[in-house]
């Protein structure tokens, strides 16, 4: 007689497994803007709009303080230089495309009037000054200066009011009340100051600095037109003050980067400066007379280096509280808002100790820095924010020292992360500032529980899973959250509200898949928040059937299926379907009065969660055998349901 395991042998090097299915198979800001090139920039104080030309793209666009876009004025062909009137009622642009200056109603944004210069005239730059609109025009190397008045009903050009200038680009021009200043950017670079009062151009001065003659990307004109500030070459790198009545060099600006490209004076006097540089500060923000910046700016977004400042890059809001800076790099062209550039710039930071007992006094410090002192008397508001209090409670002033210090006691009322806020409001010379600094405040330990943790339950058992919260100072709510195994099903929040009076609160889960649910206690002014988790187990649905055998008889007490030896039996799977889920089946001979195992297979599932599998190969009779189909967590292709064996199915080969 041949051996179990040469019987086995024998029976399965003959048989195979076939396999089918059935069924279907994410302070300062920063905005990008739209624009394809830069011309000018213009700011209208009274509505708060910044106005910026793109040559290229024909238009000026309109955005909000934040940098917003709000407006477009479109069909402006080649426009190139803005010029905002003292009442910000009227923003000037200049269009040589269409040989004429547009007044733009800063009140709806929209283009108004359009003033013919004169053909082929091509007004590049112009300012406001006197009442007038001047606007250099003219083609290269030819530039004169002409100007009309806005309030006539037909305004007259005037124009040739001065003589040809000779230079290759149109010069800059720049005024205040009734002073416009004529500026000539490039390797020879000057001034010319103008009175304008009369309504013709009358020389005051002409002339530059020789630490400024060399390279000259822009000028700015103080608002009481006193002073200019020229960005040139001035070596060691710096930009250069001017009196504007003599043009004599007062002073200097050093930076550190390269030759300043922009400058602006705010109406306080603070001057502003940048320079073209990719992997050094941008921005440089100097009191008058002051050789040392007390702000400074980098950007460096991009992975090459930084975003640079465009050339005539730099202008402030009219009252002083905003810088305006047009930057470009990599990643497109951007409007940087810098607040409080005038003010000198502060660290506030509290001191507080990491933990402390809730109703016991603890003591905090703090201190404001600067590079200029605080006024005598300056005072930081302390404000307490926690679990009772979340939108904070002012704990009132305290006086800071010469030093800058200050210190505050309190008797937190309420446990949990209690955060302390020293805010310092800020003064005519230093920038508002505030520091915070978190205690954790002692509570008293939650209990909360959660059953059914490891449980095993058959597919599509309904379960109620429940939270019981022990005693607690006021909250009583809990949430329960739900999440089924599998990326497909999110953690879910299914219950919130408060326990009953036995502490309770219940939801009912349908147990298809392995489950986590979560209790969340949030925890209130004396309790700490706590979490429990209670994972239970589901089975999946499966079931065999067996086809094509010609009788089905008993030998002892169990049902076997009997085929003919030359039949090849068909067995059908049902199992709940998941994606790419497959089953195991088990093949096993009975041999002297025990099951022997004969080998295993795995087959995956249809979309309909049937499998057909046809038994091939010479078949010996005489012998019992039986197959089971079951899924196996993990190797069966998922993990979101428990290890179930379905039933065994039993045949027998005859002649």
Sequence with gaps: MR????ALAVLFSSTALAAGTVGPAAADSSMALPIA??????????????????????????????????????????????????????????????????????????????????????????????????????????????????????PEMVLDQLPDLGFYDAPELES????????????????????VSSGTPVLRKQGMPAEAANYMNDFALSADAKKIVAASGESPYAATAINTDDLSRTGGYPVEAGNPNSAAIAPDGTIALSTFSWYDKDIFIFKPGAETPYRTYTYDLNASGGDTI??????????????????????????????????????????????????????????????????????????????????????????????GTFS??????????????????GDATHAPASGKDTVAVSRTSTSLTLNHNGALYSYGTDVS?????????????????????????????VKTGKVNSSGNLSTTVDMTRDTTVTAVFAGDARSASKTVKATAYAKVKVS?????????????????????????????????????????????????????????????????????????????????????????????????????????KYFYFTK
């Design 310 to 403: 465009a050339n005539q890059g730099l202008t402030w809001a009219p009252d002083g509280s905003k810088l305006f800076a047009i930057a470009s790099g990599n990643s497109g062209t951007y409007l940087r808002v810098l607040d409080n550039a005038t003010r000198y710039p502060v660290k506030a930071s509290v001191s507080a100790p990491a933990k402390a007992t809730r109703g016991k006094k603890l003591s905090a410090t703090g201190k404001l820095a600067s590079d200029k002192s605080f006024p005598s008397g300056s005072t930081v508001t302390i404000t307490r924010t926690d679990i009772d209090s979340p939108k904070g409670k002012s704990l009132g002033t305290r006086t800071v020292s010469s030093s």
């Design 176 to 195: 205040a009340e009734n002073t416009l200043v004529v500026g000539v950017h490039g390797t020879w670079s000057g001034l010319a100051v103008y009175d």
């Design 37 to 154: 090139s830069y011309g000018d920039i213009a700011v209208d104080g009274a509505h708060k709009r910044v106005y910026i030309s793109d040559p290229t793209g024909n238009k000026v666009v309109v955005t909000d303080y934040a940098g917003k876009l709000v407006a477009t004025v479109p069909d402006l062909s080649g426009v190139r230089d803005l010029a905002i009137t003292p009442d910000s009622r009227t923003v000037y642009a200049a269009v040589p495309g269409e040989d004429a200056v547009v007044a733009i109603e800063t009140s709806t944004s929209t283009a108004a009037a359009r003033y013919s210069t004169g053909e082929n005239t091509d007004p590049q730059t112009l300012a406001v000054a006197g009442g007038r609109v001047w606007f250099m025009y003219g083609q290269q190397p030819s530039h004169h200066l002409g100007s009309f008045d806005p309030a006539q009903s037909t």
């Design 544 to 648: 065999t059937s067996v086809s094509k055998q010609y009788k089905t008889a008993k030998i002892g007490s169990t049902s076997y299926a009997y085929f003919h030896k030359k039949t090849n039996p068909v067995f059908t799977t049902t199992m709940t379907y998941y994606k790419n889920r497959s089953h195991r089946l088990n093949l096993e001979v009975y041999y002297q009065g025990k099951w022997y195992d004969a080998g295993s297979q795995y087959f995956k599932l249809g979309t309909n969660g049937k499998s057909v599998v046809t038994l091939t190969g010479t078949h010996d009779t005489g012998y019992r055998m039986r197959m089971r189909a079951s899924y196996i967590n993990g190797s069966s292709g998922d993990n979101v349901n428990s290890t179930t064996y379905g039933a065994w």
């Design 465 to 493: 899973f429940t939270a019981h919260l022990g005693s607690t100072y006021k909250n009583r709510t809990v949430e329960l959250w739900v999440n089924p195994f599998g990326s497909d099903k999110p953690n879910k929040l």
């Design 3 to 6: 051996t179990v395991s040469t």
């Design 408 to 425: 505050f006691t309190d008797v937190p009322p309420t446990g949990g992360n209690v955060t302390y806020t020293a805010t310092y409001a």
